[in-house]
C-alpha cells in the first residue's frame, strides 16, 4: 500500500535550518490572553514534569516575561528543548479545554518563546543554591542526566557530568536533527546549566575510562547513570550485514557531526541522488526519511508492517515528512535484504488486514530498490558501565532494575539510574519526568548518609 499524496514541495529547498521560527512578542501575548486560566488546568496535569503552565502564561499575557521565565524554570532546566521537540500535541496542548473548540493554546511555543526572549535579552536569574552538601558523578548528558545535575545543583550539591562524545548533550545534540533542534539551543541550555556550577568532563567514556568504582574512590557520594539506548536493535533477516544497511541514530549523528565540522560530508552514509529506504514508522524514523532528504537522496520511502492510521510517529511529524516528499508504505512486513556486495532492494511480504482489523499474511512477496536502507526500529541499553561494576542488576531486556525507595536507586548501594536505561525508549519530556523523580531519590539517600556519617 503505498501512500504518495501529490506534494509540491521541491527537495532543493529543504535545508537543516530550524524550520519554526517561533511566536514574536505580539503574537505570544495574543496567544497567553486567549488562556482562561481554569480553576483546575488540565494543561498542568498533562504536562510530565507537570509544568505551572498557566502561571506562566499568565505572566506573559501582562508583559511580564522575566516573571514567566522564573516560572518555567521551578520545574524545567530544557525550556527552549522542551517548547520544540515535546509532543505537546498528545500532553499539554491535547490536555487544554480550548481544544474542544479546535483552538487549544500553543503552550510548547509560548514556552519556547519565553526562554529565547530570556537567552536573547539575558532576563532570567540565577537560582539561589540550596544548602544541600554532597557530591553527585552523573554519567551522560542527555535529557536525564541534564535533570538530574540542575535539579541537584540547584539543591546546592557538587555536580560533575561525564560525556563520552566531544560535546554534551546526548540525543538532543547527536540524535535530533537541526531543523527540528537548532544545536545552538542546546549549548544555551547546558551553558546555563553550567551557571548552576554544573561541571561537564567530556570525552569520558565510563566503564573502559573510568568505572563506577573509581568514581566512588574520587569521593562522590551517589552516581547515576542517564546513559539511554546506545545499541542499536537490528532485523534478523537474510543480508542484514550487507553494506548499505545502516542505523537510523548512526545516520543522524553522522550528519550533525559534519554539519557542526567535525567530519568530511563524503563519511555521511547516505549520498546525492540515491534511493532510499526507511524501515520504521516512529519519529526516529519521520527524523532519518527527512533527514536523507536534505543530504540529497533522490527518493525517500518509508515501509512499515501496520496500516497508515497506526504510524506512531507525531501526526506533526509524519505529515511534515510527507509534505516534504517522503513516500509511506504500509502493510509491508521485511523479509530479506537483497543485493550482491552490497544492498540493492528490500524484500517484503505484502500484508492483509482481515474482518476483525487484524494484521495477517497474504502470502505475497515484493521487492523495493535501495541503494541504502536504514534501520529505525528502536534501540537498547549498552552494558559497559554495568558490566564494569559489580552489583547492578538488569532485566532480560538489558534495562538497569531499580528502586522505589530511594527512588531511582539501582541494586547497588548509592547507584542510581534513570530513563531510557531504565524504561523502553522514551520522549524527552518523560526522561526529564522519571530524571526529576531519581534526583529527588538522590537528595534523600545523600541527606541519610551524610547524617548517619555525622551520628
Known amino acids: 500500500m503505498l501512500i504518495d499524496k501529490e506534494s509540491n514541495f521541491d527537495h532543493q529547498e529543504l535545508t537543516f535550518d530550524e524550520l519554526d521560527e517561533g511566536f514574536t512578542t505580539r503574537e505570544a501575548v495574543a496567544e497567553a490572553k486567549r488562556c482562561l486560566n481554569c480553576p483546575k488546568p488540565l494543561c498542568r496535569s498533562g504536562c510530565p514534569i507537570e509544568n505551572e503552565i498557566p502561571g506562566f502564561i499568565h505572566a506573559i499575557s501582562k508583559g511580564n516575561l522575566g516573571e514567566a521565565s522564573e516560572i518555567i524554570a521551578q520545574r524545567s532546566n530544557l525550556p527552549a528543548v522542551c517548547g520544540r521537540v515535546c509532543p505537546h500535541e498528545k500532553q499539554c496542548e491535547a490536555a487544554c479545554i480550548l481544544n474542544k473548540k479546535g483552538s487549544g493554546i500553543k503552550i510548547g511555543k509560548l514556552e519556547r518563546f519565553v526562554a529565547d526572549f530570556d537567552a536573547e535579552m539575558n532576563i532570567g536569574t540565577v537560582p539561589k543554591k540550596g544548602t544541600a552538601s554532597g557530591k553527585i558523578a552523573v554519567i551522560g548528558s542527555g535529557p536525564a542526566g541534564l535533570t538530574v545535575a540542575g535539579d541537584l545543583a540547584k539543591m546546592g550539591f557538587a555536580v560533575t557530568v561525564y560525556e563520552a562524545q566531544a560535546e554534551p548533550g546526548g540525543v538532543l545534540m547527536y540524535g535530533i536533527p537541526e531543523f527540528r533542534l537548532n ?8 551553558r546555563k546549566i553550567e551557571q548552576y556550577g554544573v561541571v561537564f568532563k567530556t570525552g569520558v567514556l565510563v566503564g573502559p575510562d573510568l568505572t563506577i568504582d573509581q568514581l566512588f574512590t574520587e569521593g562522590f557520594d551517589a552516581i547515576f547513570i542517564g546513559t539511554g539506548t546506545a545499541l542499536h536493535r537490528t532485523l534478523d533477516l537474510p543480508g542484514n550485514h550487507l553494506p548499505g544497511v545502516v542505523q537510523a541514530t548512526y545516520f543522524l549523528s553522522m550528519v550533525q557531526l559534519a554539519n557542526s565540522g567535525r567530519l568530511d560530508h563524503k563519511e555521511i552514509p547516505v549520498h546525492p541522488r540515491e534511493k532510499v529506504v526507511v524501515i520504521g514508522a516512529g519519529n526516529v524514523a519521520m527524523d532519518a526519511a527527512r533527514t536523507a532528504l536534505r543530504v540529497g537522496a533522490a527518493d525517500v520511502t518509508v515501509v512499515y508492517r ?3 492510521n497506526d504510524i506512531t510517529a507525531l501526526k506533526s511529524e509524519y505529515e511534515e515528512a510527507r509534505h516534504e516528499g517522503v513516500k509511506f508504505q504500509g502493510l509491508s512486513s521485511p523479509t530479506a535484504f537483497l543485493g550482491e556486495g552490497k544492498v540493492t532492494a528490500l524484500e517484503y511480504e505484502v500484508q492483509a488486514v482481515d474482518n476483525e482489523g487484524k494484521l495477517c499474511s497474504s502470502g505475497r512477496k515484493e521487492t523495493i530498490a535501495a541503494d541504502k536502507v536504514i534501520l529505525a526500529v528502536g534501540q537498547r541499553p549498552a552494558a559497559r558501565i554495568v558490566s564494569s561494576a559489580v552489583g547492578i542488576e538488569i532485566n532480560p531486556q538489558g534495562y538497569v532494575i531499580t528502586k522505589e525507595r530511594p527512588y531511582g536507586m539501582t ?14 525508549p522514551a520522549t524527552v519530556v518523560l526522561a526529564m519526568k522519571e530524571a526529576k523523580k531519581v534526583a529527588a531519590g538522590i537528595a534523600q539517600y545523600v541527606e541519610a548518609k551524610k547524617l548517619i556519617e555525622d551520628c
Not at 183 to 190: F, L, T, W
Not at 411 to 424: E, I, L, M, N, P
Open 411 to 424: 541494586t547497588r548501594k548509592g547507584v542510581f539510574a534513570g530513563g531510557d536505561v531504565v524504561h523502553q
Open 306 to 308: 501496520r496500516a497508515e
Open 183 to 190: 544545536k545552538e539551543v542546546v549549548r544555551r541550555e547546558i
